[in-house]
């Protein structure tokens, strides 16, 4: 089973791609000095390692302070508690913080349930929602330089 799954997981991996420009704005946010966290529902039951050898194949695991996967808190987004752990580990208070994420039930209603700057990065797999508002929206990495300038003091 184990050989089937990761076999299965090789093929998905070998089809992605990042997303361009997400490199370049990790490196900008750590050049300010930022603390950068993940928080991820993994997918499909999946363990944990499976997100975590993304992020070393696009050698984007350096660019982390810590990582939450929800396999291993028991939790899913939009529920506040995997958002309080984040901030927990990274020992910093919410009003202090930006999440970015590209849904809005999950990333930007969690985020701001917690009292987070809650940021929707705009993508092809968005699905709108009257319901739920961000605080700001990019639609490309980029932006995110004019977003952290307009929210630092």
Do not use: C
């Not at 994420?101 to 929602?129: F, P, W």
């Amino acid at each position: 089973m184990v050989d089937s799954l990761n076999a299965f997981y090789q093929t998905l991996l070998d089809t992605r791609k990042l997303v361009p420009g997400a490199v370049e704005m990790l490196e900008r946010i750590r050049d300010r000095g930022l603390l950068v966290g993940l928080v991820s529902d993994v997918a499909w039951g999946l363990p944990s390692e499976y997100p975590l050898n993304d992020l070393r194949y696009f050698q984007l695991d350096g660019y982390f302070d810590d990582m939450v996967f929800s396999k291993y808190v028991g939790l899913r987004k939009p529920n506040p508690r995997i958002f309080k752990i984040a901030l927990w580990n990274l020992d910093v208070k919410s009003a202090d913080s930006a999440f970015i994420g590209n849904s809005l039930q999950a990333d930007i209603k969690g985020a701001k349930g917690v009292g987070m700057l809650a940021v929707l990065k705009e993508s092809k797999y968005y699905q709108h929602d009257d319901n739920v508002i961000p605080d700001g929206r990019v639609a490309d990495w980029s932006e995110i330089d004019l977003l952290l300038d307009g929210h630092s003091d």
